[in-house]
């Protein structure tokens, strides 16, 4: 677990950054998910829950995995 939370610890700095424009936010999100993606492919983690939540600001909660998994 500690490699998937240093994998994360730069975006904040990507969400926080005013962008001010929608297609920006939108660059973000998919920025997070693409990023989600190479670490869970990287490390073979099954599942996982990214969520940022800003004060006045859109929540972004992203779901990717599997469920169910027998090892």
Do not use: H, W
Not at 22 to 40: E, G, R
Not at 51 to 68: M, S, T
Request: hydrophobic share 50%; proline share 7%; with cysteine.
């Amino acid at each position: 677990m500690p490699v998937m939370v240093s994998a994360f610890l730069s975006l904040p700095v990507l969400v926080f950054s005013p962008c001010g424009k929608t297609s920006a936010s939108l660059i973000i999100k998919q920025q997070i998910a693409l990023t989600l993606d190479k670490t869970m492919n990287a490390y073979n983690i099954p599942g996982a829950v990214v969520g940022i939540i800003v004060p006045g600001e859109e929540e972004l909660v992203i779901r990717k995995g599997l469920a169910d998994m027998v090892y």
